[in-house]
Each structure stands twice: as C-alpha cells, then as structure tokens.
C-alpha cells in the first residue's frame, strides 16, 4: 500500500494543506495520508508556532470524514527540531510492507539540498511534490542531489494561492478568512481567539 507523508508546521491548517494532497493521493494511489505536525519547522527558525494543542485540534477539524487521512503525532513526541530523516524511519517501521511517498510545496523542495540525511530520506520514500504560488512553472529550484530525479514527481495540482502567514494576517488585521480553511477551523479559531493580536496563543 502507498502511504503519502506530509508534514508541516499547520499554523493553521488551510486548503492548501488539503486539495493539492488530494490531487496527490488520487494521482499516485496513496491509500493513506498521514499528516506529521512540526514542533518546530527546522524550516522556519526560530519562530515558534501556535501551541501544538491548537495546531493539532485544527488539523483534526479539517481531516474530519476522510478516514484515510490521519494525524501522525511522531515529531511532537521528540525533542525539536523535527527532521524528516527521523520521522520518515519511524513511520517505516511502523509500516514495513508499505510504500512511503513524502509531500511537500515545490517551495520547500527547492530546500531539500540543505535537509538533513537527504540520501537516506530518499532510500526511503519517493517525493511527490505539487507546485505552489508564486514558486510555479519556470520558478521550481530542483536541487541537485543523488538519486533525486529517480524518486521525484513534481506536480502540478492547481495553484491554491493560499499560505498560513495569510490567514494568520488577515485574522490579526480583522479581514476574512473567507474560502481559506474549512468552515470547522473557521469556527474554533473564533472560539479559541487565536491569531488575534493580543491574545495568548502560543
Ligand atoms: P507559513 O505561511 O506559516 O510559512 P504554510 O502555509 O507554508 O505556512 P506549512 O505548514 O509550513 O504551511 O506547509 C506545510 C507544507 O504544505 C509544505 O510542504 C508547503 O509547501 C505546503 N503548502 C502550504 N501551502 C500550500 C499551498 N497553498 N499550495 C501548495 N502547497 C502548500
């Protein structure tokens, strides 16, 4: 069975976290979907995200009615930072027989040369990448690293011109969040407040 891999920081979780994977998932067969939140990105400095509770409850709201696609709590379990290398060898332990394909934006691809063990994280999985705004078209930064090109399929699953930095924008400066994140996220980031300025969040 073919398992997608798809982590990310999820603060918050919005379509473009959703509809490019569902493209994935029906295109490489991926039978299921395991979502793998950050502690903290190894991407993104020293920021730090919402706390994982939030950022976890969201992701829960927004998986609800696809039983195929779950949340995977591996890499908040560990010390930060969180490395793909580590979590993709504790999946494949759990899952031995399965196939791994590891997603990701074509902008955090364009990264992929400067991760950790990257070797080794294709020894594992193939990569399945889907091409974000404005990184699209003539903009994706394949990087050079062996075996790459064998285990990668860069994709294009519809631009969602839509980014977590957005919505947490939009949110602070009162604007809507309109067609963003699902209607469940919409309402629990009212409730809860977050993202607003001036509210304990993290
Ligand atoms: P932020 O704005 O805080 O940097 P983000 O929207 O990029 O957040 P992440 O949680 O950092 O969200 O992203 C997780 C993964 O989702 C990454 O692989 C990223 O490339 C991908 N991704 C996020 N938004 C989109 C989008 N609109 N289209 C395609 N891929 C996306």
């Not at 982590?7 to 919005?14: E, L, S």
């Not at 998986?63 to 195929?68: C, Q, S």
């Not at 994709?155 to 957005?166: C, L, R």
């Amino acid at each position: 069975m073919r398992i997608g891999v798809f982590g990310g920081t999820f603060d918050p979780v919005h379509f473009g976290h959703l509809l490019p994977v569902e493209a994935a998932a029906m295109k490489f067969q991926l039978r299921r979907v395991f979502y793998v939140p950050a502690r903290l990105s190894p991407h993104k400095g020293d920021t730090k995200p919402t706390d994982a509770r939030h950022r976890v409850a969201m992701l829960a709201l927004a998986l609800e009615g696809r039983p195929d696609w779950s949340i995977d709590l591996e890499e908040l379990d560990r010390e930060p930072p969180s490395y793909t290398i580590d979590t993709l060898r504790a999946v494949a332990a759990r899952h031995p027989d399965d196939e791994l394909w590891l997603l990701m934006g074509t902008d955090i691809l364009a990264g992929f040369d400067r991760w950790r063990e990257p070797e080794a994280i294709l020894s594992i999985a193939r990569i399945a990448a889907f091409q974000r705004e404005p990184f699209a078209g003539a903009n994706v930064r394949v990087p050079v690293v062996p075996g790459l090109a064998d285990r990668l399929s860069v994709f294009d699953a519809g631009s969602v011109k839509i980014s977590a930095t957005d919505v947490r924008n939009a949110l602070a400066e009162g604007r809507s969040i309109g067609g963003k994140v699902p209607g469940p996220v919409a309402e629990y980031m009212t409730k809860q407040g977050l993202y607003k300025p001036g509210m304990s969040q993290r």
